[in-house]
């Protein structure tokens, strides 16, 4: 009975969603504010429906309600209750409206604030953000509905996939789909400005802190999903540059590209267009990763099953929106040309636009990476994969050349900077950066790519520490001028807290300079200097990896909730320290594939990760042990940017 | 914005959608191949740990065999169901299943199956690909099922996926395993 009040709720969001869209366009196009209005109250009952029937799904799940072919698909008696609702987005419908529930939330939001403030834009906003949404109800109500009922309803269903059964598989999609649903904001916001012909800064300004949350919480949906992969797939590494990986990234990409090259239309009103591109880019971008898992036109381990039906649909609706979106740009483009020029190469500016080079190159080369083996299995028959070698090949020196305009950002002025000051302020920071390539050397780093991201990291700590020491001195001396003695009253501790504060974003944004620093040296130390051991193993066996002795001590058997497992104890020795790793190969009953947990003791050095295999004979089992340095650093490094970012959002609009 | 730019960006929009809509109808496993009902190539080569193996020596049983290579990414996500389909099938006297690695090296493959898990069965190198051209393999992973007199009754282009061995070989498995030679014989 509940489940159809959600299909009902869910219909009507879809014809409000409509009505949404066209009365804001009625109410623009006759000046008719009392059409816009209407449409803001759809936008707000379509939220209060849509969250009534993502409602009824839960309570459908909590229940245990098989009759929902959804819930019968996805979930069990013997589910544990934490993933019971999460179980929601677990499939391809649940995660569809997911997206739908996310986007009418934040269409109410954006309303909501930007009713009395923006009210040349708000009656297109609406009117795009009600198509987007009346798309993805189509999608959800006539191709994929959750809200089917099974006949007969059977006894018990068929439990969530055990390896969605984990806690980074809780996070990892509503993060991701944060960061992909957010981006409509800003991308409706630059659309009206399209449209309306007022593309200046005030969509920029508008949205930057849209942007920032939409960004933070991609970025965050990554690392879990990278997160997951590590502690869940037992292959010992946390990125495989799948197609759906990338698809995730690439928005990324140029959602980090658009929040640096906004600050130099900001401060001297350049880069219009090619913001409105990248927005409308990373939207799009956004859209693919969504549809790509979907449509079944490529294949990953991230594939829910296809549906011709549903496929031809998606391409439809990238169709209308991409001609949509780029069309207006290209027809409208003409509005932005700037008047002002870079002055000198050696500029904010043009270190800004060569980051976003970069970045755009780097988004552009994941692309060709997921669409190529597309091409060749269309226009030929052979069928191929791209894998990590094309990608380390290309992208590594794209984030190495990344990572060094980051380092020179913080000490070079807008407009031009005097060679003087170069010649000041570059010197300690490139000593520090050859430091760090001799620490690389005598830790025996041999790939030049590993020597040079070393060297980066100690170049970008050292120029991003100096600005603050400068900044700290400068204000130091100013608070001596002020009080006119020589003891000063300012210790330099309240001068580096005010120093901070009064311009949250620049030191918000240098933090997530320092998270990414601390991110690249994982990267280095996970991806250059993995130790491996694959080998048998019976109770009593000892190994040696790195300065680590493994002690396989027993296997025995464990089982909790709706799983059982065999379960080894290994013991981890080294000088006097000692720990107990438990690695398992869990069974999930309903499903015969068995699951691998792999057992990790996590230190800010390295991580010691076991993997427990098949058994090879009668008491012998094979095992797979990593040794795999700085990993650790990844997941503080997000912590770090995910900081910052949160310190950035603290302040509101710049003042001057 | 310059006009080449414009043309630029939306023609590259349009190749991509393109590209897409071709997609769509792209059916891997719908590749026929002019090898089924004929003869399946012998080969005679050595398997991963260097002892001689051939595809004749099991002549008179059903064989699956498997061409991948530890480059390849749809391997990585068929390789579940090889271990499980390997797993049931062990006690079956007539039924094996033999990989042909190739396009690889030894170190390689081994790796793959120390990540992976190893099914157990054997697994014919081939480094220089002859196997595989001999075979028509268009890319990996690709399967042959090869009858006990030898001729190949079936390929699957692109991973084998869950419920293939009930649905795709077992009828074909049975159908000939129903005592064929004796019965008919005794007639006139």
Known sequence: MWIEIGHFAAITAFLLAITQTGTALVGVTLTRPVWVRVSRRATFATFALLTLAGGTLVAAFLGHDFSVRYVAEHSSLELPLFYLATAVWGGHEGSLLLWAWLLSLFNAIAVWRYWATHARSIPWILAILGGLLAGFLTLILFLSSPFDRLFPAPANGQDLNPLLQDPGMVFHPPFLYIGYVGFAIPYAFAMAALITGQAGEEWILATRRWTLFAWIALTIGIVFGGYWAYYELGWGGYWAWDPVENASFMPWLTATAFLHSVMVQERRGLFKTWNLFLIITTFALSLLGTFLVRSGVLSSVHAFASDPGRGVYILIFMSVLLFFSFGVLVLRAELLRAEIHLESPLSKESAFLFNNLLLVVGALTVLLGTLYPLAVETLSTAKVSVGAPYYNRVFIPIMLGILLLMGIAPLIAWRRTPLARLRRDFPLPILLGIVGLLVALWQQVSHPYGVATAALIFFVIGTHGLDVVRGVRARLAAGTRQTGTQTGTTSPLTALWQLLTRNKRRYGGMTVHIGIVVMSAGFIGSGLFQQELDLFLSPGDSVQLGDWKLTLEAVGKAAKYNWTAVEATVRAERQGETVILKPQKRSYGKRSQPTTEAAIHSTWREDVYVVMGDPVKENTWNFRIYRNPLVAWIWWGTGLIALGVAFAMMQGRRNT | ?188
């Not at chain 2, 992976?116 to 042959?144: C, F, L, M």
Request: with cysteine; charged share 20%; hydrophobic share 40%.
């Open chain 2, 1 to 188: 914005m310059k006009t080449i730019w414009k043309v630029t960006l939306l023609l590259g929009i349009a190749a991509i959608l393109v590209l897409f809509a071709l997609g769509l109808n792209n059916d891997p496993r719908m590749i026929p191949s002019p090898l089924v009902n004929r003869p399946a190539p012998d080969f005679a080569t050595t398997d991963l740990d260097g002892k001689p193996i051939s595809l004749a020596e099991h002549r008179g049983k059903w064989v699956l065999v498997n061409f991948w290579g530890s480059w390849c990414s749809s391997c990585v996500s068929e390789h579940p169901y090889l271990l499980e389909l390997a797993r049931k099938t062990r006690s079956r006297s007539d039924f094996v299943i033999l990989g042909v690695d190739f396009r690889d090296t030894e170190q390689g493959a081994k790796m793959f199956l120390a990540r992976n898990g190893n099914p157990g069965y054997r697994h014919a190198t081939d480094p220089e690909q002859k196997i595989a051209i001999d075979w028509g393999v268009y890319g990996a992973p690709e399967s042959y099922l090869v009858d006990p007199t030898g001729r190949i009754r079936l390929k699957q282009t692109g991973p084998l996926y869950a419920g293939w061995f009930e649905q795709v070989a077992l009828p074909l498995l049975q159908e000939s395993t129903t005592p064929t030679g004796t019965p008919q014989a005794g007639k006139p």
